[in-house]
T-cell receptor
Framework: GQQVMQIPQYQHVQEGEDFTTYCNSSTTLSNIQWYKQRPGGHPVFLIQLVKSGEVKKQKRLTFQFGEAKKNSSLHITATQTTDVGTYFCAGLGIRKLNTGTASKLTFGTGTRLQVTL | DAGVTQSPTHLIKTRGQQVTLRCSPKSGHDTVSWYQQALGQGPQFIFQYYEEEERQRGNFPDRFSGHQFPNYSSELNVNALLLGDSALYLC????????????FGPGTRLTVT
């Protein structure tokens, strides 16, 4: 089945440094979504990328979708302590059924980010 | 506007027992997906419900079953609990099954002893 890997597993940075996490899928994706999970919390949706080569920005966060739609990255500029958490990419697979469609998110292994002053 | 709610928040069960977890989707959402998240791992897709039917299923045994009610709320049932079923169970709701963003509930922490 589809596998989604992320590197690194863990990164510890000083506040103000940049951070990047990379996501690779074993299969081509319909789209990719990114989620953030704070310690003790639940995943919170950040963004969805659909088009090959797409780049989207949210303030200090930059998301990219690879040309082959098999990889993605999240870059945070000038990290802050509020960025602490685990970042997951999730590949979307859509199946066509006789009665419509069904979708399934395959989450990556996650990158845990620690930011210290 | 309430987000996704789940109950109970914590649960302790013994091996071999059965458990039912509940989820109410965000207002306006009609699709519910369930995930299992082991400690330090990413969420693993269990199944998705839409129009009261299971639409897609992940690699979980038949001991895991679910239901969706006419008001879009959902239940996850796990029979014959194993120690390895200990995890955070997350419910996520969305509008339709076409892959829109999912809103996650706070989860139910299940411990099997």
């Amino acid at each position: 089945g589809q596998q989604v890997m992320q590197i690194p597993q863990y990164q510890h940075v000083q506040e103000g440094e940049d951070f990047t996490t990379y996501c690779n899928s074993s299969t081509t994706l319909s789209n990719i979504q990114w989620y953030k999970q704070r310690p003790g919390g639940h995943p919170v949706f950040l963004i969805q990328l659909v088009k090959s080569g797409e780049v989207k920005k949210q303030k200090r966060l930059t998301f990219q979708f690879g040309e082959a739609k098999k990889n993605s990255s999240l870059h945070i500029t000038a990290t802050q302590t509020t960025d602490v958490g685990t970042y997951f990419c999730a590949g979307l697979g859509i199946r066509k059924l006789n009665t419509g469609t069904a979708s399934k998110l395959t989450f990556g292994t996650g990158t845990r980010l620690q930011v210290t002053l | 506007d309430a987000g996704v709610t789940q109950s109970p928040t914590h649960l302790i069960k013994t091996r071999g027992q059965q458990v039912t977890l509940r989820c109410s989707p965000k207002s306006g959402h009609d699709t519910v997906s369930w995930y299992q998240q082991a400690l330090g791992q990413g969420p693993q897709f269990i199944f998705q419900y839409y129009e009261e039917e299971e639409r897609q299923r992940g690699n979980f045994p038949d001991r895991f079953s679910g239901h969706q009610f006419p008001n879009y709320s959902s239940e996850l049932n796990v029979n014959a609990l194993l120690l390895g079923d200990s995890a955070l169970y997350l419910c996520a709701s969305s509008y339709g099954t076409g892959g829109r963003e999912q809103y996650f509930g706070p989860g139910t922490r299940l411990t099997v002893t």
